[in-house]
């Protein structure tokens, strides 16, 4: 998920705060398991990558301290190397982690997003404070969702089957259209 970092501090809920507030959930979702663990691929690669690149120049770097001592030619490898595996592996076994707890509920007047890696906390958004909307497609039936509520920016990651929320959403965006004035027919 993203938060934009200009953005005031959100008010945290607890699960116990919710329930209390009895408010009837109009639609709720959680990210696609597989789109939410892969969404930061290109990074994952690089640290691979990088952590690839890092097993070699190890490699060599045994073969030079044994030659001609000096522990430099091991420490710089193997940091990079940790680096790397924690830039990939490490990634992605949080991020799957990250998933259990990620989930999006949307009441009559509030976006609720539960969200966290060790510690789950409960964001809340106004809707009354929701001023743009944008829709991320990434396949037919899967989507990022783009929000902003004032100030403060949300990211809804790997929906699927997020256009009902979507309409949701924009239904609240969207003004209500003006009544017409009753006219008279009886003449």
């Known amino acids: 998920m ?24 109009c639609w709720q979702g959680r990210p696609a398991p597989r789109c939410f663990v892969w969404r930061q691929r290109w990074r994952l690669l ?3 990558l990088v952590a690839l690149l890092a097993t070699g120049w190890l490699g060599l770097g045994l073969q030079l301290w044994r030659e001609r001592g000096g522990l430099i030619w091991l420490l710089l490898p193997l940091a990079l190397l940790l680096a790397g595996l924690a830039g990939s592996v490490g990634r992605l076994l949080a991020a799957r982690l ?16 539960r969200c966290g890696l060790l510690r789950s906390r409960l964001l809340s958004f ?58 008279d027919l009886s003449h």
Not at 98 to 107: A, D, G, H, I, P
């Open 2 to 25: 993203f938060f934009s970092a200009a953005r005031p501090a959100a008010q945290t809920l607890t699960v116990a705060d919710f329930v209390a507030a009895r408010q009837r959930a």
């Open 98 to 113: 990250e998933w259990e707890q990620v989930l999006y509920v949307l009441t009559a007047d509030q976006l609720l997003v």
């Open 126 to 183: 106004p809707l009354e404070q929701l001023s743009y909307l944008r829709v991320e497609p990434l396949g037919p039936q899967l989507s990022h969702l783009y929000l902003e509520f004032g100030s403060r920016a949300l990211r809804l990651s790997c929906l699927e089957h997020g256009e009902t929320l979507w309409r949701l959403l924009r239904a609240r965006l969207e003004p209500a259209p003006a009544a017409e004035p009753a006219t």
């Open 46 to 48: 690089w640290a691979a």
